[in-house]
C-alpha cells in the first residue's frame, strides 16, 4: 500500500511560469513532509521540508503548501527555470525516532525555455 | 570529495550471479538505508539499519540481503541476481539526532543490469 501518493507523474511547464506538484497521504502519525529534487545522474537531495505545525513553507521560488485537514500538501516552483528541470519527490515520515521516509512515485518536470 | 559512495558505479551481469553493493560514508551518521529506483516507481525502500545491530527490511527486501560491517559500511548483496533487480540502487544516511529531522543524504547510484 502506497503511503504517499504524488501526482501528475510529468510536467511540462514554460520558463516563467509556476510549476505545481501535489502528494496526499493517510497516516496522520506522519509529521514531517520533504521534498527531495533529483537530477539526471544523481541521487537525491533535500530541497525543502515542513512540519503540519505550519501551513506554509517558503525558500526562495519553493514553497510547500501544507493542508492538515485534507492530508495533502503540495511543491509550488515559482518563475520556473530551466535549471528547475529535474525529478521531485515528497515524502513523509513520523519524526526522527522512526526515521525511514515513505516516497511519492516522483514527478518528472521539464521547463521549457 | 563524497560523503557517500557506492561501488560500482555500473555493473551488468548475468541471471543467476550473486552481486554484492557496496556503500561507504564519511558523514559519521548511523543510519544507512538502500533504496531501488525504477522508472514511474520512484524509491523504494529494500533495507535500511539504525546502528550496526540493527537490521530492518524494507518494503521490497525479498531477493536481497544486507551486511552492516562497521557503521560507515552498509553493503547490499543480491544471491541470485534476476532480471528484474535491473534498477538503479541508491544508499543513503542519516543521523538519528533530533535536530537533523531525518533528513537522508543520498549517494550518486548504482546502476545495474542483469542479463
Known amino acids: 500500500q502506497q503511503q504517499v501518493k504524488q501526482s501528475p507523474q510529468s510536467l511540462i511547464v514554460q520558463k516563467g511560469g509556476i510549476s505545481i506538484i501535489n502528494c496526499a497521504y493517510e497516516?496522520?502519525?506522519?509529521?514531517?513532509f520533504p521534498w527531495y529534487q533529483q537530477f539526471p545522474g544523481k541521487g537525491p537531495a533535500l530541497l525543502i521540508a515542513?512540519?503540519?505545525?505550519?501551513s506554509e513553507k517558503k525558500e526562495g521560488r519553493f514553497t510547500i503548501s501544507f493542508n492538515k485537514s485534507a492530508k495533502q500538501f503540495s511543491l509550488h516552483i515559482m518563475d520556473s527555470q530551466p535549471g528547475d528541470s529535474a525529478t521531485y519527490f515528497c515524502?513523509?515520515?513520523?519524526?526522527?525516532?522512526?526515521?525511514?521516509?515513505?516516497f511519492g512515485r516522483g514527478t518528472q518536470l521539464t521547463v521549457w525555455p | 570529495d563524497a560523503d557517500v559512495t557506492q561501488t560500482p558505479r555500473n555493473r551488468i551481469t548475468k541471471t543467476g550471479k550473486r552481486i554484492m553493493l557496496e556503500c561507504s560514508q564519511t558523514?559519521?551518521?548511523?543510519?544507512m538505508y538502500w533504496y531501488r529506483q525504477d522508472p514511474g516507481l520512484g524509491l523504494r525502500l529494500i533495507y535500511y539499519?539504525?546502528?550496526?545491530?540493527?537490521?530492518n527490511k524494507g518494503e521490497i527486501s525479498d531477493g536481497y540481503s544486507v551486511s552492516r560491517q562497521a557503521q560507515a559500511k552498509f553493503s547490499l548483496s543480491l544471491e541470485s541476481a534476476i532480471p528484474n533487480q535491473t534498477a538503479l540502487y541508491f544508499c543513503?544516511?542519516?543521523?538519528?539526532?533530533?535536530?537533523?529531522?531525518?533528513?537522508?543524504?543520498f549517494g550518486p547510484g548504482t546502476r545495474l543490469t542483469v542479463l
Open positions: 543513503a544516511t542519516s543521523d538519528s539526532s533530533y535536530s537533523s529531522y531525518n533528513e537522508q543524504f
Open positions: 497516516n496522520t502519525a506522519f509529521d514531517y
Open positions: 515542513i512540519r503540519p505545525d505550519v
Open positions: 515524502a513523509a515520515s513520523r519524526g526522527s525516532t522512526l526515521g525511514r521516509l515513505y
Open positions: 558523514k559519521g551518521h548511523d543510519r
Open positions: 539499519s539504525f546502528d550496526v545491530k540493527d537490521i
